[in-house]
């Protein structure tokens, strides 16, 4: 893969990298669309990284499905998939790790402790084996985007990071590789998330500035659904991860529920003036 890449860049070709965990949908497939538009190179990982999964999570489970993903990369124009084993990534003996401060505790990291450090880490030599000029994420993770952003500024690392929206199903469920685990029942109910996050932007912009009510209002409603147990929802400043008390400037509301035993996260960023006179 390196040898590739150094090659390519040597003659003057401009990379462009998504690196994912398979499983492909059409989330994956706007980040390579992207990537394709903005890059003469389109260059796809496909590892499901063992060191930001929990000793209690889905690593196992996690679903792996290479030749649909490949089909799918085919003909959406990339042009190299990165396919590395666990051993290739983590030789015996491995000891290096990445740890993003103040940024890889909160928020999922609260009940995912060590999952941001895994990300870091292996984004980190994944940058060093494919030496994009850009990479892409989705904002869907909205954390994992903001931590890259900052890890890349503070270990200097020369790679343009582009953060693309989120991809929906029509009725606002946001694509993940974990809806697949969801009955059709469980599927229904996951619409609460998105939902709660309409509801809490249409509460901020009807103007109701304090967080903590926000945050009541999208629990009560969330709630309403029996296989729904709440795991986080906070209101932070989009860039630092702060947590706010009062609505102001660029926020981001995330969320992580479980839907029976199916984790899924989602989140909104809302734009709110400072001027304005708030509750
Ligand atoms: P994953 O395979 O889950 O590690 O995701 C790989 C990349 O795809 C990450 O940058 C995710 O943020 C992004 N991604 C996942 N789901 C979506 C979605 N629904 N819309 C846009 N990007 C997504």
């Known amino acids: 893969m390196s040898a590739y890449s150094s090659k390519a860049r040597l003659r003057g070709r401009c990379i462009g990298f998504v690196p994912t965990m398979g499983a492909l949908h059409e989330g994956h497939l706007s980040l390579i669309r992207q990537a394709g538009k903005d890059n003469d190179l389109v ?20 679903p792996r499905t290479f030749i ?18 666990i051993a290739q990534m983590y030789p015996e003996g491995y000891r290096t790790y990445v740890s993003v401060e103040g940024l890889s505790d909160c928020l999922c990291g609260r009940s995912r402790p060590g999952h941001f450090k895994g990300v870091a880490t292996v984004v980190a030599k994944l940058f060093n084996i494919v030496q994009p000029d850009t990479a892409y994420f989705g904002v869907k993770d909205a954390q994992q985007s903001v931590m890259i952003r900052k890890m890349v500024q503070d270990l200097n690392i020369p790679v343009k990071i582009r953060v693309m929206p989120t991809v929906r199903e029509g009725s606002g469920l946001a694509l993940s590789s974990r809806n697949d685990y969801l009955s059709l029942n469980e599927k229904k109910d996951a619409l609460i998330l998105s939902r709660s996050l309409s509801f809490a932007e249409y509460l901020i912009k009807s103007g109701l500035k304090d967080a903590d009510r926000v945050i009541s209002a999208m629990k ?14 906070s209101i932070v400043d989009a ?18 529920v479980r839907i029976g035993r199916t984790r899924l996260i989602d989140n909104v960023v809302v734009k709110v003036s400072l001027r304005k006179d708030n509750r």
Request: charged residues 25%; contains cysteine.
């Open 43 to 62: 260059l796809v990982s496909i590892f499901v990284n063992p060191a930001q999964f929990g000793p209690k999570e889905d690593l196992r489970k996690y």
């Open 68 to 85: 649909r993903d490949a089909r799918l990369c085919k003909n959406s124009g990339v042009d190299v998939i990165f396919y590395p084993g």
């Open 220 to 233: 009560q409603l969330i709630l309403k659904k029996r296989s729904a147990k709440i795991d986080y929802i």
């Open 239 to 256: 860039s630092t991860l702060r947590p706010l008390k009062k609505i102001a400037g660029e926020c981001l509301i995330a969320l992580a």
